[in-house]
């Protein structure tokens, strides 16, 4: 049965409970509360599937081949892709019972949505003591029925913006669904497809917040071209922010497909032709280099910047000069981290602060405006992007290239934690950067600051200067085995707002000689009987410790302590 375009359908309607069409629209529907809909997509068009209200459930069908024998299999999906879920990127297919891509995720700005779990069924709400209510399953029965295809009492579905996750003793749990008024996913087909989308119709528990609402679909021309991406949410009240590339992106995308969303930015997870174990002794023997813009920015500037950060931050202040750095904490009232990251002295009256989280000058603000200080906080990560240049040889790459201005005249000057301004040179370029002395390797190295105009070339000069040492970019997961060996923190891994720097094994960034500070009180609590504390295991093989793997005394049976996890231990692999 050959598949045409569908008919425009409702396109200039001009709802106005829908955000702006991301580019030309061929065909648009209205599935309305509890009902589904079948629909028509051509290769290479693009299926946007809309959350109207929010907290919406929208179960996905998909079928191709003349009589539709090829259908959307949740199964074979995980397997291939190794994830419960496909997201945007490398892993972002959806295959078919004969392994075959059906579509692929685009785009998608809730995050949270179900591969495992029937479209529900008339027998679920029987089970419940609901008999006759109308179901997912049923309607999708109803409306590819005209294409000849066999009701069934359960269909395996995309459930999107069902909110479920497999807990600790791996049961199914779910609860009302994340996705917010006009959150959507983006699907790319990759063959003709008869679809079938759903609102879900269930009203019985928290799924669809008690109370079904409509789904939106539009259907755009196959040759728009809809860059990858996820969406971030900082706050909750914050609007969605899609993944983006820094300046080094298209330079890396030349060398290696294997991309992921880390901290609202592409980065890579390794190269192609080397790879993780060929990265991480790059970075031991000779230099790496690698993509850190993900790292948030921000100045502090004004009369009391000083008295600000001395307040909010870890360690003592009054011992930085200009030109130096410190690293250590934001701390919340009860000790714990809010986040980590360094503190760059420019003057009395003016700093840098580089961490991880947007929110960290929501917080800086909060703190000033609770203590009256005068301060502006300005957001600088989208002009400042960052390159690490890490490894033993990376000075001997570097010092040739770089000229500072005062009062610095080479790089062999510029200490621990100390940073200059200057420019960086080669093949007729000249390229303004801030060079610190700092690494999140554990080895000799800098970072490159560099207005994100430049970074392409900044990246093209350094990797030209490494080609006689042997230099390699190097990727997040030969990062993550170098980070942790050298005993650096991750957010989310080895630290959290409930975890303490005594806790998370850096007790030498917390000044409590300091007169007063966010989390002293309570500090001076923890120190002396901290409730866990982060310890490094060596293992005697080549093994690699696993999240969740369990940790035993040598001949005994029961456990140390708790499972391993990152806010309990840091493992090094040896």
């Known amino acids: 049965m050959p598949l045409t375009t569908p008919a425009v359908a409702e396109s200039d309607a001009g709802y106005s409970d829908l955000p702006a069409p991301l580019g030309r629209v061929v065909a648009e529907y209205r599935v309305e509360a509890a009902t589904a809909m079948a629909y028509r997509v051509q290769a290479g068009q693009y299926i946007q599937i809309i959350d109207v209200e929010g907290s919406q459930c929208s179960d996905f069908l998909a079928f191709a081949g003349e009589q539709f024998e090829q259908e959307l299999d949740a199964t074979v999906t995980r397997t291939l892709n190794g994830l419960a879920m496909p997201r945007a990127g490398l892993h972002g297919k959806y295959f078919s019972q004969t392994m075959q891509p059906l579509f692929e995720v685009i785009q998608d700005t809730c995050g949270r949505h179900d591969n495992f779990l029937l479209a529900c069924t008339a027998r679920y709400y029987e089970d419940v003591g609901y008999p006759g209510h109308p179901s997912c399953s049923e309607n999708f029965n ?285 093949e007729g370029k000249t390229i303004p950067v801030l060079v610190s002395r700092t690494g999140y390797t554990g080895e000799l190295g800098y970072e490159l600051f560099v207005h994100p105009d430049r970074g392409a070339e900044l990246w ?25 060996e050298a005993g650096l923190l991750a957010a989310g891994r080895e630290f959290d707002d409930l975890t303490s720097p005594y806790q998370a094994g850096i007790g030498w960034a917390v000044a409590l000689k300091k007169p007063d500070f966010i989390g002293k009180a309570a500090l001076e609590q923890i120190k002396p009987h901290p409730p866990k504390v982060a310890v490094g295991l060596v293992l005697a093989g080549n093994e690699v410790a696993a999240h969740g793997q369990s940790v035993y005394p040598v001949g005994e049976r029961w456990r140390v302590g708790a499972n391993i996890r990152a806010t309990d231990w840091t493992v090094l692999s040896g």
Not at 327 to 346: A, E, K, R, S, W
Not at 392 to 409: A, G, K, M, Y
Not at 475 to 483: E, I, N, P, T
């Open 142 to 426: 109803q409306v590819l029925q005209p294409y000849g295809i066999q009701p069934r009492p359960g269909w395996s579905a995309v459930n999107f913006f069902y909110n479920t996750a497999v807990d600790c003793e791996g049961a199914i749990v779910g609860g009302e669904s994340w996705s917010r008024p006009g959150d959507y996913v983006l699907l790319r087909a990759g063959c003709d497809l008869l679809c079938a989308s759903s609102s879900c119709a269930d009203d019985v528990d928290p799924t669809n917040a008690w109370n079904p609402t409509a789904i939106h679909v539009r259907i755009y021309d196959a040759s728009e071209e809809f860059p990858q991406a996820m969406g971030r949410r900082v706050s909750p009240t914050a609007p969605v922010r899609l993944t983006r590339d820094s300046a080094f992106t298209p330079r890396i995308r030349e060398l290696t497909q294997y991309l992921v969303e880390y901290n609202g930015f592409w980065v890579p997870n390794s190269f192609a032709n080397y790879g993780p174990q060929a990265e991480y002794w790059a970075l031991r023997e000779r230099a790496v280099l690698l993509d850190l813009s993900a790292l948030r920015k921000f100045e502090i500037q004004g009369p009391d910047a000083y008295d600000l950060l001395q307040m909010a931050f870890s360690r003592d202040l009054a011992k930085l000069s200009v030109g130096q750095s410190a690293y250590g904490c934001l701390l919340n009232p009860h000790g714990g981290i809010i986040d980590d990251g360094i503190v760059f002295c420019f003057g009395k009256t003016a700093y840098r602060y580089v961490g991880n989280c947007d929110t960290d000058a929501d917080w800086l603000q909060q703190v000033a405006d609770q203590y009256g200080f005068t301060v502006s906080i300005e957001r600088m990560s989208d002009q400042l992007h960052n390159l690490a240049l890490q490894g033993p040889l990376s000075r001997d790459i570097l010092r040739p290239l770089v000229q500072f201005d005062e009062p610095f005249t080479n790089l062999d000057q510029l200490g621990y934690f100390r940073f200059a301004t200057g420019t960086v040179s080669g």
């Open 460 to 484: 093209d000069l350094l990797m030209q200067a490494g080609q006689p040492y042997n230099l390699l970019p190097m990727g997040m997961l030969a990062l993550d085995c170098a980070r942790i």
